[in-house]
Nanobody, 124 residues
């Protein structure tokens, strides 16, 4: 599976961005997807995940109520809508794929494929 993330940029605090991740895999509906981020000087952390059918989602507490993960299996694409952005959301954002796990995947080491990352910078 090849993943191509896009949509990052520079935004002021309180603003919004939508990240996209396009996947090459044909049977995309069988692939659990996740978004991670790596802030400067920190480890890569889980942000949000979505099941292959799109019916289940999970968010880290710091983004609950602000970020929304969705997917369009017809377009082989997963999205991360990021609202009410804060300076602490500044990071490189990565999408990742975990084929055939049959549910939302949270653990980093359960993901088999990673995109190249897209930079999100939130100014105060």
């Amino acid at each position: 599976v090849q993943l191509q993330a896009s949509g990052g940029g520079l935004v002021q605090a309180g603003g919004f961005l939508r990240l996209s991740c396009a996947a090459s895999r044909r049977t995309f509906s069988g692939v659990e997807m996740g978004w991670f981020r790596r802030a400067p000087g920190k480890d890569r952390d889980f942000v949000a995940g979505i099941s292959g059918d799109g019916h289940s989602t999970y968010y880290v507490d710091s983004v609950k109520g602000r970020f929304i993960i969705t997917r369009d299996n017809g377009k082989n694409t997963v999205y991360l809508q990021m609202n009410s952005l804060k300076p602490e959301d500044t990071a490189v954002y990565y999408c990742a794929a975990a084929p055939f796990r049959f549910g939302v995947v949270i653990a980093t080491d359960e993901y088999d494929y990673w995109g190249q990352g897209t930079v999100v910078t939130v100014s105060s």
